[in-house]
Each structure stands twice: as C-alpha cells, then as structure tokens.
C-alpha cells in the first residue's frame, strides 16, 4: 500500500526553527510536494523536490532523499503566522499526489 | 483574479437526498480535481480530469459523479447522501497531470444527517 508518515503536532517558540519530517512508501515517485494551510482554508503551495538535496526558498527550506523516502521541511525564524498544518504529498506513478495527514504546527511566543 | 471558485461555501443536506458541489477555474488549466478532507486523514482524491471530457476515478470515488463538459467547469455530484460523506470537499486544478501546482478553492463544507 502507500503511506506517507509525518507527525501529528509539533509545538516551536516565535523566531526559532523548526524541522518537519515526512517519509513516504508510494508505486512510484515523481515529486514530493510541500503545502500550508492555515485553520479553515485551503491548502497553498509550498515547496516541490524531484531530485535528492535541498531546495531553499526565503525562510522555507525543503530538502529529498529519495533513496530513503525522506523529506523535511524547514522552517526559519518563525512568525505567528506560519501556525498552520503542513502537508506532504507525493506524486506516485499514475502522477496523482497521496497526501500525508499533515503536521500541525503552533507557535508560541 | 478569482482562480478557483467553489459553491456552496457550506451545506447541511438530509441523507439520501442529491446534491452537485460546483467548481469553476479561470486559470483555463487542463487538469482538474475533487478532494475530500477528514480530520486525521489526509487528502483524499475522489475523482480527477486531465483533460475536457475525460475523468477518471481517484481513491474513494464511490458515491460520487463527475463529468467535464468544458475546460473551466467540473462539477461532483453525491446522488443520494450519506452521513459518512460528511467531509470538506476541495477543489483543485493544475496546468497539466505533470505541472508541478496544485490551486485549491476555498471548499465546501458538507454536512449530511
């Protein structure tokens, strides 16, 4: 079967980093997709990994090996606002995404 | 820019009754398609379109119709409800089955009883 495992809940303090893992067991694998989203609405974009190595946009780090079916996402100097779940998803090889049960993330100050 | 429009933003729906989830896209994206999210769970797919007037099944299509008439609209249809189709229903769409974004639609909250 395919099964993407990351954890339910993580709890980090404002301004500090947080890593968010996730590993995947899919039929296939063409790309590995980070999204956000925050209580109540939709999930956006984040990230997208197809090659092994980290991928770094802004304060938002996301990093692939694929040869151990691991991602993580990090987040740096964090901001009350990116309290949110954050979603891994997978695209298996039919090319549609199996999406992991998401991570909640609060932040305190 | 609207993006991806879903109507209606929430519903209360007696079970055994019909009922069509509308979402419309004017981004004139390929790929479109229908998501049921549970807490605990993540995303489900119940049904996808790569294309105008194809679809196909996802991961839980049971229950549920879809049809692509054109490119910007692609309705679900629950023919007779069920409580355990009580969910939020997203939307999605993206350029192509290989694009590397999925746009989601703000979601309908459906509650059957």
């Known amino acids: 079967g395919q099964n993407i495992d990351q954890p339910t809940e993580m709890t980090a303090t404002e301004g500090a980093i947080v890593q968010i893992n996730c590993t995947y067991q899919?039929?296939?694998?063409?790309?590995l997709f980070w999204y956000q989203q925050h209580a109540g609405e939709a999930p956006t974009f984040l990230s997208y990994?197809?090659l092994d190595g980290l991928e770094e946009k802004g304060r938002f780090s996301s990093f692939l090996s694929r040869s151990k079916g691991y991602s993580y996402l990090l987040l740096k100097e964090l901001q009350m606002k990116d309290s949110a779940s954050y979603l891994c998803?997978?695209?298996?090889?039919?090319?549609?995404?199996?999406w992991g049960a998401g991570t909640k993330l609060i932040i305190k100050p | 820019t609207a993006g991806i429009t879903q109507a209606p933003t929430s519903q209360i729906l007696a079970a055994g009754r019909s009922m069509t989830l509308r979402c419309t896209q004017d981004?004139?994206?390929?790929?479109m398609y229908w998501y049921r999210q549970d807490l605990g769970l993540g995303l489900r797919l119940i049904h996808y379109?790569?294309?105008?007037?194809?679809?196909g099944k996802g991961e839980v299509p049971d229950g549920y119709s879809v049809s692509r008439a054109n490119t910007d609209d692609f309705p679900l249809t629950l023919a007779s409800a069920v409580p355990s189709q009580t969910s939020v229903y997203f939307c999605?769409?993206?350029?192509?089955?290989?694009?590397?974004?999925?746009?989601f639609g703000p979601g309908t909250r459906l509650t059957v009883l």
């Open positions: 999605a769409s993206s350029e192509g089955t290989s694009g590397n974004e999925q746009f």
């Open positions: 981004m004139r994206h390929n790929a």
């Open positions: 379109s790569n294309t105008a007037g194809t679809t």
């Open positions: 899919t039929s296939g694998f063409n790309g």
């Open positions: 990994n197809v």
């Open positions: 998803a997978v695209r298996d090889s039919n090319y549609q995404l199996i």
